[in-house]
């Protein structure tokens, strides 16, 4: 693996670990171009479209999900297309209050999808799209 390779790869992770454990901007804009772009087939993702918007989203469900979590299925670096892909299956409890209704109880697991793409020479990100079947399953 070059050195360019694992330099995308750990900012990539760093930013994936940030983002899904609910850091917010303040520490994922570190990993990002100040206004990268982020589209999502999901429904409650469809109106976000910076991936400011989407970090502040993850920190906001961690609320009202504190026992959100997620695991990592498959990790890829292409460095000939200068992206890299994570497979996770994010998985949670909506327990406390703070969301879009009362705290159901109910639990979900969804599989999702991030493609990270290189946008520049530094090794900085957006993300293009991430899906979220069956995310809001409270």
Not at 9 to 17: G, H, M, N, S, V
């Amino acid at each position: 693996m070059s050195t360019a390779t694992e330099s995308i790869t750990e900012t990539a992770r760093a930013f994936f670990d940030a983002c899904e454990t609910g850091k917010g901007w303040a520490v994922c804009s570190a990993y990002c171009q100040p206004h990268a772009s982020f589209a999502a087939q999901a429904e409650p993702l469809a109106d976000l479209q910076t991936l400011q918007q989407y970090t502040e989203w993850m920190k906001g469900l961690l609320v009202f999900v504190p026992d959100g979590r997620y695991s990592v299925k498959s990790f890829a670096t292409d460095h000939e297309r200068n992206n890299v892909c994570a497979y996770a299956v994010f998985s949670g409890t909506h327990s406390a209050d703070g969301g879009p209704m009362p705290p159901t109880g109910k639990s979900t697991s969804s599989d999702y999808v991030y493609e990270a793409t290189r946008v520049s020479c530094t090794p900085r990100y957006v993300c293009p799209w991430a899906g979220w079947p069956g995310l809001c399953a409270w």
